[in-house]
């Protein structure tokens, strides 16, 4: 079943105002699609329209204007963490950024899709919550600006009519005497949803607080501050004392519920672990500690832009016979009757890329991974329609004739596959990272995977195959 009828790609905001007045609660805009694709699939009712904005240049700025910093919602978890502007001025929102799921995630999710979505567990609103941002959305009618605590008035709803749109979050620089850090708790180290995090940001003067932010997150129907154990800190040095009081009254403050990732009284716990993590780790100036300085991003050797095509909105039908022009793996290629279908689907059903797997359907497993314009994305995650236009390499279009790609041969050397149907994911992970960065270190390696699973062979194969391959790099 198709999960749209009508999919609209316009190239200006003005576009896709245009079609949100048209089409009002009948259409759906879509960004990255991690988040709207998997929500589409549970629900089952076809939407009418989805309206892609990802082409839309205006709407991906990232710049520093009079001391205040500008996000177009576009702006991806990848751009957002690997900016030097953002690590300078707004360090906890670009920690945040990297602990978003994993590589190929973060190049296709957006800021404004995961402010969008507004699950309290989503890790950007937390320290743009602390630092005060507010956002701007805009319809034909006209625009307006609000603050984050206006934004926000429940679990997943916020203040947006249908016919709106996010079109900017600005947001204070921190100050050279302000200091910040974002901090999270999940089951494990990526593709982990917070079962608490936190962001903090203190304003010092000659070494005594006179401004202190907590902002908490999934702990509440919404993110909160918590006024008590902001005002706790103020007016004396971070002292251990100081640091404990006010990590127990953050705790105090919180309002969790049981879920399937924690108990109520484990996320309790765990706000008064993190907010004592987060004022040690400022007091001690180590703030940095948690963001790697050189991360992969899996998008290869450009700036992170997938935009691609200009020029005058596309409409593709679901029903519909319009063609979607791609490149796949070096040829033009000409697929019809895709138009409903996601990027995996149709690389697999129309073009007859079976390579390309289907672990999972939900971005969790990482066997889809596929490029896109040069970067690595989750194939389950991209509509089809957003290919058109584009660039895709699959693992069928790595070796060239009966040459294999030096990362093939290292993973049968290394033994590195067992069922095999993780391998096509984890190649086309690895491929990317050492087209990026020539020799990775381990860490780097796990960091480029980590959104790939495998079931069998376990990993320490996988990772020595990287390293072999990555030995006959050039030096
Ligand atoms: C495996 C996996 C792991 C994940 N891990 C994390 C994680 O660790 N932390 C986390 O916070 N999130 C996580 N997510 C959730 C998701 O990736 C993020 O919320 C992401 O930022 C959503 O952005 P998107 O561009 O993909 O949004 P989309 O799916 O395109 O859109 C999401 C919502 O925002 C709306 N929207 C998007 N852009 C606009 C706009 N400009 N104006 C108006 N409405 C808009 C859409 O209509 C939709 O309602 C994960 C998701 C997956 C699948
Ligand atoms: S991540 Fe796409 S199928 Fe699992
Ligand atoms: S080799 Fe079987 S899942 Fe990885």
């Not at 507004?118 to 602390?130: G, K, M, Q, R």
């Not at 507010?134 to 609000?146: A, D, N």
């Not at 890329?353 to 314009?373: N, P, Q, S």
């Not at 480029?448 to 376990?458: D, F, H, S, V």
Request: neutral net charge; glycine residues 10%; aromatic residues 4%.
């Amino acid at each position: 079943m198709s999960l749209w009828q009508t999919y609209y790609t316009p190239t200006s905001v003005e576009d896709a105002l245009h079609l949100l007045a048209q089409h009002g609660a009948g259409a759906r805009v879509v960004a990255g699609g991690t988040d709207l694709l998997i929500e589409l699939e549970r629900d089952l009712r076809r939407v009418p329209a989805l309206i892609d904005v990802s082409r839309i240049p205006d709407l991906g700025k990232l710049e520093l204007e009079d001391g205040i910093l500008h996000v177009g919602p576009l702006v991806t978890h990848n751009r957002l963490s690997a900016s030097e502007l953002v690590a300078r001025t707004a360090l906890p929102l670009a920690q945040a950024a990297w602990s978003v799921g994993g590589p190929a995630i973060r190049n296709r999710a957006t800021l404004g899709g995961n402010l969008v979505t507004a699950s309290p567990a989503n890790d950007t609103i937390t320290p743009l919550w602390a630092m005060e941002a507010v956002v701007t959305l805009r319809s034909t009618r006209g625009e307006r600006t609000l603050s984050f605590p206006q934004f926000y008035q429940g679990v997943r709803r916020v203040d947006m009519a249908p016919d709106e749109m996010l079109v900017d979050v600005r947001l204070p620089a921190m100050a050279p005497n302000e200091r910040g850090i974002f901090l999270k708790m999940g089951l494990r180290k990526a593709l982990a949803i917070s079962i608490a995090n936190v962001a903090v940001v203190l304003r010092f003067e000659r070494g005594t607080v006179v401004r202190a932010r907590i902002a908490l997150g999934s702990v509440a129907p919404t993110i909160i501050r918590v006024p008590q154990a902001e005002g706790a800190l103020i007016g004396s040095p971070l002292t251990p004392e100081q640091i404990d009081r006010a990590a127990h009254l953050a705790a105090q403050a919180a309002a969790p519920i049981d879920d399937i990732r924690a108990r109520a009284d484990y996320r309790r716990r765990a706000v008064h672990v993190l907010v004592r993590r987060a004022l040690t780790a400022l007091g001690r100036g180590e703030e940095r500690a948690g963001l790697p300085t050189d991360p992969p991003l899996l998008w290869g050797r450009k700036e992170g832009h997938i935009y691609r095509l200009a020029g005058k909105t596309i409409q593709h039908t679901a029903t519909g016979d319009e063609p979607i022009e791609c490149n796949v793996n070096g040829e033009n290629t000409i697929v019809r009757g895709a138009n409903g279908k996601t990027l995996l689907q149709m690389l697999r059903e129309d073009v007859g890329l079976t390579g390309v797997k289907e672990g999972c359907g939900e971005g969790e497993c990482g066997a889809c991974t596929v490029w896109l314009d040069g970067a690595a994305v989750l194939a389950c995650l991209v509509p089809a329609p957003r290919a058109h236009g584009a660039q895709i390499v699959t693992i069928e279009g790595l070796s060239h004739g009966d040459a294999l790609h030096p990362l093939q041969q290292a993973f049968i050397d290394a033994g590195a596959v067992q069922c095999g149907f993780c391998t096509p994911g984890f190649v086309m992970s690895g491929a990317k990272l050492l087209e990026e960065i020539a020799h990775p270190n381990s860490e780097q390696i796990k960091q480029a995977i980590a959104g790939n699973l495998c079931r069998c062979t376990g990993y320490y194969k996988i990772v020595q195959a990287i390293e072999t391959a990555a030995q006959a790099n050039e030096r």
